[in-house]
Each structure stands twice: as structure tokens, then as C-alpha cells.
């Protein structure tokens, strides 16, 4: 019976790319809730590019499996404004049939129009599902970001300013 498409030599190749962790080019911060110390995270885009390189643009989708509206709640008048709160579970499968879940929330406050409310917290949702799924494949896809000791280090490696030079695009 045959478990995966992958052979041995992939498998054993992929699992050495996943345990990898992320270099600090990956790696952003921002204020914790209420002013609190800084989180550690990944930009979507940073580890959906990671999930391409490692299993290919064709190796891995992602679907949806739930997407609900937890609560809208309006307050104020002329105008009303909007709290939203949505969550969303993801799965992650790879083009061998394995696969993951995980679930993700999004959050809009104070927003002046419902269906703009709606759809942040929608997007949010599912840029953190997609990401958490990720991470359940390995270091290098985000898991390492849990590792207080290595973000601590990480934070203190300074990157090279970029030049502008290395931002062009080669089109052609």
C-alpha cells in the first residue's frame, strides 16, 4: 500500500526544508494588545511565498471549511458604527493528500459601514487561518515564531538596509 506520492529522498528533503526556521527578513513585530510587549509574527504574503518555494505553486491549496460571524454589535447613531468579530477554520492540503486545520479570527471595531466591518474581519480570518495551517507543516512555514527564546534572539539581528537598487523587478 502506498502512503504518499512522495518518495523517501522527497519527503526526507522537504521535512530538512521545513525544520528550518525563519531568518529575520521574515519576521515583523507590532504593539501587543493594551500597550503590552511586542508580538512576533509573519506577514501572510512572506509565508504564503515560503508554502510556493517549499511544496511548489501547484503542491498545496487551501479551501475553507467554516467561515462564520461570530457577532456584529452597533453602537452609536447617525452614523451607527459596526464591532465585528468573524472566525475561520482552513485546511491545508498537499498535492500527496496530507493535510491540515487550523482556525483563525478577525476583529473590526468602530467601523463606520457594516459591510466594510464584515469584510475585514473576513479577510483577517482567513489570512490567520491560512497562516496557522501553515505553520502546523513546520519551522519554516511559522511554528518557530512559538519559540519565545528564538524570537527573542531573532529581534536582535539587524538586516542590511535595502537598496533601492534590489527593489526593481526584473520583468523580462
Sequence with gaps: MEISQYS????ATLQAKLEKKLGPEYI??????????KLTYAEGWKIINLAN?????NGWSSSITNLTIDF???HGENPPRYNVGV???TRITLRDGAYHEDIGYGTAENV??????IDKCKKEAVTDALKR???SFGNLLGNCLYDKTYTEQVKNIKLPPVRSSTLLLDVL
Design 8 to 11: 523517501a529522498e522527497q519527503i
Design 28 to 37: 515583523s513585530t507590532r504593539p501587543g494588545p493594551g500597550g503590552g510587549p
Design 53 to 57: 518555494e517549499v511544496f511548489g505553486f
Design 72 to 74: 456584529i454589535d452597533v
Design 112 to 117: 463606520k459601514q457594516k459591510a466594510a466591518a
Design 133 to 135: 495551517t501553515l505553520r
Design 87 to 89: 472566525h475561520c477554520i
